[in-house]
């Protein structure tokens, strides 16, 4: 390995660290309340390096976002590639939307209101650029399942993306839609069974009488 290639693996290597505090600290005391001070301090690393990866502390909360992102791409991946059938996968999904969400709920809430919001143009061409690309890796996923029912006579011959624009948005909005109700009633998520009860009714519109 050259130093090129080792100065960039520790480059890396340092950024997920970072990653890693600011979702711990993020956790504990919330976006308004952290610091820069604070994570650096539990990355072990000055504040000023901080900023040599991140331009602020908006733009460190969108990279969690990034991240988790990254993991539902992932998984969504997965799940197509399985040897199942078409309605399988859409089942797998929504087990997939699940485990992303037990694993992180506040930093996919968040990653659902960059989506919908004016914080994307707050961003840098690189942080959006990130945002762009997975989210449409996770989406393409989700059309050529779509698409491949379709063709095989077992789906509703409505476009693809519309039918997959439908799933994803069901995922967002139940996620928000639940998240906004916990305001009034923080005892209880129903996030999970929300999901349960929207993905029946999904299977059900999507097959051919």
């Known amino acids: 390995m050259g130093i090129h290639e080792r100065k960039q693996r ?8 970072i990653i890693v505090a600011a979702r711990k600290i993020f956790s504990q005391k919330g976006f ?3 610091t820069m001070e604070e994570i650096a301090s539990e990355a072990e ?7 040599l990866y991140f331009k602020n502390k908006e733009e460190l909360h969108t990279s969690l976002s990034i991240e988790i992102l990254k ?8 799940v197509v590639k399985q040897d199942i059938s078409v309605e399988e996968k859409i089942d797998r999904f929504r087990d997939v939307f699940v485990e992303i969400y037990d694993y992180d709920s506040n930093i996919l809430i968040n990653l ?3 989506q919908s919001g004016e914080t994307l143009k707050n961003l840098s061409e690189d942080v ?3 945002i762009k690309e997975h989210s449409a890796l996770a989406h393409g996923a ?7 029912g379709i063709e095989l006579g077992i789906f509703i011959d409505e476009h693809p993306v519309a039918l997959a624009d439908v799933l994803w948005a069901s995922y967002a909005g139940i996620v928000l839609w639940v998240d906004s109700k916990r305001l009034l009633n923080d005892e209880k998520d129903f996030v999970k069974s929300t999901l349960t009860t929207a993905f029946k009714l999904i299977s059900r519109g999507l097959k051919k009488d």
């Open 45 to 51: 690393l000055s504040p000023g390096t901080l900023y």
């Open 128 to 130: 959006l650029h990130q």
């Open 10 to 17: 520790e480059k890396e290597q340092r950024r997920q660290e």
């Open 71 to 78: 993991r539902l791409t992932v998984e969504i991946q997965k």
């Open 142 to 148: 989700i059309i050529d399942v779509v698409k491949e």
């Open 112 to 114: 659902f209101h960059l």
């Open 32 to 34: 308004n309340t952290a």
